[in-house]
C-alpha cells in the first residue's frame, strides 16, 4: 500500500539527489571520477583489510577460518566450536558489517548523510 502511494506521489522515474562530494568531479588525465565515489572504494578496501585482518591474524578468526574446512577436526584438536559459531564472533562481525554498508550507502544515495 505504501510503495502504491509513493508510485503515485513521485512517479516511477528515478530521480537524482546532489550531494556535497558527488558535486565535486576529480579529473586526471582525462578520468573524471566523483569524490563520493572514491571515499566509498577506499572505506570499502579499509573495511575489507580490517576483516582480513581480523580473520587472518586473531586466534577467533584463525578458528573460524579452520572451522570452515573441517568442524570435526577443531572439535577433535579443542577448538570450541560453539563459541565460534553461535558466540560473539557473529554478533559483532555481521552488525558491524551491516553498519558499514547502511554508511556507505548512505554516502552514496542520501543528500548530505555522509559521517562528519
Do not use: Y
Request: hydrophobic share 50%; glycine share 8%; proline share 4%.
Amino acid at each position: 500500500m505504501l510503495t502504491i502511494l509513493a508510485i503515485i506521489v513521485l512517479g516511477t522515474q528515478p530521480k537524482e539527489v546532489p550531494t556535497a562530494l558527488s558535486a565535486r568531479i576529480l579529473d586526471v588525465g582525462g578520468f573524471r571520477v566523483a569524490w563520493q565515489r572514491l571515499l566509498v572504494l577506499v572505506s570499502s578496501l579499509i573495511v575489507f583489510w580490517r576483516l582480513h585482518r581480523f580473520v587472518a591474524r586473531t586466534r577467533t578468526g584463525r578458528a573460524m577460518r579452520a572451522m570452515s574446512q573441517n568442524r570435526e577436526a577443531c572439535a577433535v584438536v579443542g577448538v570450541d566450536v560453539q563459541r565460534v559459531t553461535d558466540g560473539d564472533v557473529r554478533a559483532l562481525v555481521g552488525p558491524g558489517r551491516a553498519r558499514g554498508r547502511a554508511r556507505l550507502a548512505a554516502l552514496q544515495h542520501l543528500p548530505d548523510m555522509a559521517p562528519r
